[in-house]
């Protein structure tokens, strides 16, 4: 197992917030060597609700978020899944109806992304707001 494959999977593991269905893909993580594995490009990493009833749906990238068209193509689609299903009945009936206020996706990077990829975040916020979702990105 790669290096990286482990850390996501440790990533996930020492979540307190993650949702439990979760744990059931980690075994399921082989990797295709990119920070956003391609077996959860369709799949909503770590969904929480605050108590305030904001809820932030985060995608998880463990390493570096290259500058390369793939990886720019990765996070969109990523995002788009993360918008599809936040727009879908099944949220709406479990988390309220979406919106930009209070409805959040997070890309959460273990490692600062080059820099088109937080110009890429910025310029998809506008397209991300029409679907009634904020987007963010953290570094921890």
Same mark, same amino acid.
């Given at each position: 197992?790669?290096?990286?494959?482990?850390?996501?999977?440790?990533?996930?593991?020492?979540?307190?917030?993650?949702?439990?269905?979760?744990?059931?893909?980690?075994?399921?993580?082989?990797?295709?060597? +990119?920070?956003?594995?391609?077996?959860?490009?369709?799949?909503?990493?770590?969904?929480?609700?605050?108590?305030?009833?904001?809820?932030?749906?985060?995608?998880?990238?463990?390493?570096?978020?290259?500058?390369?068209?793939?990886?720019?193509?990765?996070?969109?689609?990523?995002?788009?899944?993360?918008?599809?299903?936040?727009?879908?009945?099944?949220?709406?009936?479990?988390?309220?109806?979406?919106?930009?206020?209070?409805?959040? $996706?997070?890309?959460?990077?273990?490692?600062?992304? +080059?820099?088109?990829?937080?110009?890429? $975040?910025?310029?998809?916020?506008?397209?991300?707001?029409?679907?009634?979702?904020?987007?963010?990105?953290?570094?921890?």
């Amino acid at each position: 197992m790669t290096n990286w494959i482990q850390k996501i999977k440790n990533w996930f593991s020492e979540k307190e917030d993650h949702s439990v269905s979760n744990q059931s893909i980690l075994s399921e993580i082989e990797g295709d060597g +990119h920070p956003i594995p391609s077996e959860l490009v369709e799949r909503i990493d770590i969904i929480t609700l605050d108590k305030d009833g904001r809820t932030t749906l985060t995608i998880v990238s463990v390493g570096y978020l290259d500058d390369s068209d793939y990886t720019a193509q990765r996070i969109i689609d990523k995002i788009n899944s993360y918008l599809s299903f936040i727009n879908d009945e099944e949220f709406m009936k479990e988390f309220g109806k979406p919106s930009v206020d209070q409805t959040t $996706i997070r890309l959460d990077c273990t490692i600062e992304p +080059h820099p088109t990829v937080l110009s890429l $975040i910025e310029s998809l916020q506008a397209q991300v707001n029409h679907w009634n979702s904020s987007l963010i990105i953290s570094i921890s």
